[in-house]
């Protein structure tokens, strides 16, 4: 392999988990380069699975006697007879007592790293379902809000903005593991090296079709993990769905009360035009009328009677051009 | 294989219906247990076709010995002889029927096992025909809707919704059912491996290349499901391209009603000021004009003539402006 | 291959063209199941080329002695010295002539079954060209009516949603013929089958990569399906340009109005003001000015003064907000 | 090869210029039959050159002692000995000395064809990047007078469509061209047919993966036009970017218009109450308080409080409902 | 290799820092031609790493004795025992030290070439890292200003676009740098042709599958890249969904203010009906009543009630229609 100069120059130790293929469990604290030393492996590969580098891409990288297993909250590296854990969440300890079980009560066919793989396989769909069904009930809270009431609009979409971004993130962690389980499946020779107990028993080097075992193991999960992406695509559409029709919504709702207001503008304008009329009689100056005992009558009368007619003239003007 | 450790502790046997190749159907309960032991295959696999599992991924996955075929509600286990039926819906139950016709009629060159899997891809076809024959005339109205009449906008938006969100799962399942069929149809290995009859019979495995009856059954049952998917998306165009109209006509429809607002506010301002001329020569305070027998038709003349320009040249200007 | 049971239990006949080699047609009917006996072919195969099932996908169909040939309206089943084609529409039957005439010239070199399917491939090039010439001048005139008169868009929208939708079919139905035609080009054993004449003759089987004529027959006729899509894709590019640009100008215009808007209303308001005093002073009540002789007119002096001033301060206002 | 019936019928000649591998250019015109009898090559091939034919799809297709380029405005037919340029354009003709130069200068060790292929895709590269270049600068310009000026946004958008149907049709000229120049370069076989001269000289076929010359040539020239079309997709995002940003932009001024005119709303209500009150006072009618000397500065007093007052509580509840 | 004629006339040098394999560096100037007869490979690849040719697509191109990598800024052209390196930007020469320090420290075991690539790529990690971390905190605060106040919504408008389409162009580098990655890692011959020290000891050909060490290193990088690729189209989408929050956010709040403005548009229509009534009785004429005692309250009285049962109408009315 490349050897490597101290890419991080401080040989700080971490904190790991070895769980032997007899099932005892030592936590200790390795440096790097003791590791590195140890599996002969180069430091690059290993910082897959470090945990004190942040924001690493899931990865399972197959290496001449170990297999780095670095998917969501699992980083470990996993020997023929022992696996090192890097416990980077308190929970990701529980993939040691269900390796225990399985060793246990297993009839010992299958050989350690594929119990190990299972393991933490499955906590890693185990930790992503979880995530699923945490964002999924608070998502449909605020997608009802939107359908009935119409008032908490504003607070639904501050409470739907951070979910919208979790959907996204979680949508984008599922492909991420999705492509790297792909990408196990897609390399024969990989997957033939990661029989690590039968390729040190063997010197002849391994077909590269036998891994039928190892296949199984990634397809059954990767089938579980596409089904959870498919489920968050199916949650990202209903909100794309729902904010396409509330936009909708509220652009008729617009419309309508435009239209409610247009009638108002159209009878308070005549209504201003009445009271220009009256406002004309009040000027106190001489029209020569302010003794005939009927004008009052007549002008109030014509005064209403114009009203009326010129809404009615405009609101029909106003329907022909679909405006109302 | 895998064995499995018991990755749900509950043995709680689910119902099967098992039909053997002469035709003969009995109805049983079996436990995932005595599945597993029967067909020597790891639990994981039995996952798939296990109806206890809600929301499974379609997949048919080739086993030495069995296929497991689970797509849409048909959840299957099928042998050389048998076939293990998971009656998920009752109208599952169809397939039974049609397989018993399929052999009585038969001329018994077919395997068993393609019989069933024909029977069982027909009925998947037929039930994703249905969702979508379903789905397409409630959507039509919908959308008929939105070009008719404008009042009822809203209800019909309210009635979109959840219309949309049923496409959406429906192409979604179309796709991943199209993806489950492609998946089969490029992976020689596996439609070597489904022919169950055949590999029992000669001890010499069978070549990669012989394939055709599987290959061609199912780049046929592939194609129908392919045009249902193109329907759907043809669908969504058709949603989304009056969606898009409809908004645009909405925001021209708006702007219309600002335009004739815009008229009448010219108007009622015009009209305010000649009511301020009217206030203004109603105050009780003296002008000296209050006698003069002329200035009143003089004045009220003014004002309408102010009145009549000043729209007038109002408009004049916003037709320059481009706002009327 | 599968011997398949009465799918269809109707044996109704179906109008076939039968046109042989030597360039004699005959109008003839036949049943489905005389049909697939006649080519030793599954009912599965021939449904393809069905007329009377509605929606099929484009397909070509290598099998051994026959092309099925189903893209568009063009329907038939090709064999080494006959063609049955499905006159699915009248026009399809033009066809005919057109093999009848390259029989009549052709040095015969050319096999019979390249012959037609040249024929096949030329047909539905034309359709579908066809099919885009029909759009394009309906849709400029839309679109060139977005740009010039702004008073009928609610009428341009009204044409624009059908024909959008035509164009999303059009490019649906142009994709998939590029799909089924790349098919065939990637699938050499297919070609090799499609050699229908020289494997008749030929005891030995086809070498795989002998099909350079199939191939750039195949090859050619895609490159201009590929052209018609591009140009549709084009199409739908342009309208979806105007659209968001013509949304943009709807959005600027009704701000423009808006501000126009704001600008009445800010100056109303100053005249309701003014009205407001005018009001007051035409009350009926004594304020002890009414026989000062210049109190009328230092009163509607600081009225228009004051109406003056504030508009002018609170356009500067609403400058400096940049409202206006 | 495949005889062809007459495709076009009319044999019109079309304007040939003819180079030589020695550097004599001659400027002829043939018909298309009698190009074909000469290549010994299908019409259908020869159409993809034809510059009478509209609108084709870029393509380089190498068949047996000829290759047929034809992208973009460059039609040529490349022999091992010379070179048949359609000229399509007059710039065209600029091949011609490029390629003179290169014969005059060269050490005689590159074949002839590739000297021209080479001066082709150069032409062709250059092309597109003039196309590029010409479009960007007036691109710029609009979206700057987005940025700085709002009033003439009207006209802004008038002239950015255009610019953005241009911008379509580059980046799909650009990516046609990527995809035909990898076809190329993902066919082995093509790219060992296009060694005319080797092939003419040797007897025996050329071994498949002896092409590494025409890969690197090809693999250039596609860099190049794969980096302008990330520019043009990188425009293509800013035209997008800054429409979103214009647009809800747009949105907040109107939101800030119409807070304004709100506003503006209140306080004209206030004073149209304040109105009333005065006018219920102008009404000829008794009150009985005409004549008491204090009430009209009391009524007068108690208008303008009220109205100050209400407008400070409605604007405090439009706070409150965060409408201001 | 392609020999080729002067395509830049200009013979001008370049600035190129040459460092050997036993760590010596030398600032020198040379000129293309000279580079190109030294490393005997064509002009058109040196082009590549030219750094006075503007706008390069990120390449690794391997050729038989040379690597030229173009990656960013890094431009180098690498040979077994010895560097050419462009100064492009000053802190390129940072890869100097670096190589020189792995030089000091290494076994040896690793060729030299190896050395300086890795040394290349981490380069190329650490610059995209800080552009990415340069434009984070920008877009951060600008997305959290648009949460928190509503005020300066146009000013964080303005400082979003530079930032998205910086964005853009980011995730494009990354894009690019990725899928030439890719191809180096698809690409079995070209990685075997990048061990020079290895090829130029040996005779015989490499095997095509011999180059894990290549492989691995690119692997790793590559997996960086992608990370830091998720993280910007995780920041793009979080601008989206801001965004899209936003606009419904304003379109609510729009509709909420002309929902408030419509109650003050009801609330003034029947204030002004209830104008016209005092604007009757203010009238110059006899109505018969101005001597009644009784009448003033009456009809005031009885305008304060019309208005507020029609004010009480309409709001129940405009519930009725849900436009309140």
């Known amino acids: 392999g490349l050897p490597a100069g101290p890419v991080n120059p401080s040989s700080r ?19 790097r380069q003791q590791l590195a030393a140890e599996l002969t492996c180069p430091l690059r590969d290993l910082r897959m699975a470090d945990p004190t580098f942040p924001g690493q891409f899931p990865s ?20 023929s007879n022992e696996v090192l854990l890097f416990p980077t969440k308190p929970d990701v300890l529980s993939i040691v ?7 246990r009560l297993g009839i010992r066919a299958v050989p350690f790293e594929q119990t ?5 396989l499955k906590h890693v769909c185990k930790d992503l379902l979880e995530s699923a069904r945490n964002v999924e009930p608070r998502l449909r809270t605020v997608l009802d809000s939107f359908k009935t009431s119409k008032n908490s609009l504003i607070k639904s979409l501050h409470r ?12 984008e962690t599922l492909v991420t593991v999705c492509k790297c389980m792909n990408e196990v499946l897609m390399n024969d020779e990989d ?34 993990v596409e089904l959870l992406a498919s489920d968050v695509i199916e949650l990202q559409n209903e909100v794309r769905n729902t904010e396409e029709i509330v936009e909708i919504e509220l652009d008729v709702l617009r419309n309508n009360i435009l239209r409610f207001e247009l009638l108002l503008s159209i009878s308070g304008f005549t209504v201003a035009l009445g009271a220009l009329v009256t406002g004309v009689f009040g000027m106190n100056l001489l029209s020569g009328w302010e003794e005939k005992p009927q ?7 014509g005064i209403y009677g114009c009203i009326m007619l010129s809404i009615a003239g405009t609101v029909v003007l106003c329907r022909r051009l679909s405006l109302l």
Chains 1, 2, 3, 4, 5 share one sequence.
């Open 13 to 31: 130790s971490v904190p790991v988990l070895r769980l032997s293929s007899d099932g005892a469990a030592i936590e200790t604290a390795l440096s």
């Open 60 to 79: 399972v990288l197959a290496r001449r006697g170990s297999i780095i297993f670095s998917v969501g909250e699992v980083k470990a590296v996993i020997l």
């Open 97 to 103: 007592p269900a390796v225990q079980e399985k060793i």
């Open 116 to 120: 190990v793989m299972e393991c933490c």
């Open 160 to 171: 739907l903005l951070p979910l919208k971004n979790e959907l996204d993130e979680l949508k």
């Open 191 to 224: 997957m033939a090296l990661m029989y690590l107990t039968d390729n040190e028993c063997k010197s002849t080097a391994r077909d590269l079709h036998q891994h039928q075992e190892i296949e199984m193991l990634f397809e059954n999960y990767l089938l579980q």
């Open 295 to 301: 004008t009052f009558w007549q002008v109030t009368g």
